[in-house]
Nanobody, 122 residues
């Protein structure tokens, strides 16, 4: 079992930056690929970014060039650094874990956090 807890959401203005963190329980964090998904108001949950066990990254088109995913296995933590935020980035952001393989679809994730709200508004 893995428990995921996200931190760092909040209310920011367009153009601002924000860093989300997701802390995982357990001693096998390094064995998981970690993803970020988001769900905007009235929308389905969608993929944002993923980092593999070896540190390889992949982004949704909406995140490329603005968001950076990273991980620190010594802290059991995955991060999502977001910059140049737009109102359309407003969503609940979820981290997700999948054993060994990356997850870019919601059905592929093994574990989910509870989510953290990000609101981008002037």
């Amino acid at each position: 079992q893995v428990q995921l807890v996200e931190f760092g959401g909040g209310l920011v203005q367009p153009g601002d930056s924000l860093r989300l963190s997701c802390v995982a329980s357990g001693r096998t964090f390094a064995g998981y690929a970690m993803s970020w998904f988001r769900q905007g108001p009235g929308k389905e949950r969608e993929f944002v970014a993923v980092i593999s066990r070896s540190g390889g990254t992949y982004y949704a088109d909406s995140a490329k060039g603005r968001f950076t995913i990273s991980r620190d296995n010594t802290k059991n933590t995955v991060y999502l650094q977001m910059s140049s935020l737009k109102p359309e980035d407003t969503a609940v952001y979820y981290c997700a874990a999948r054993w060994r393989e990356i997850a870019t679809l919601t059905k592929e994730a093994d574990y989910w956090g509870q989510g953290t709200q990000v609101t981008v508004s002037s």
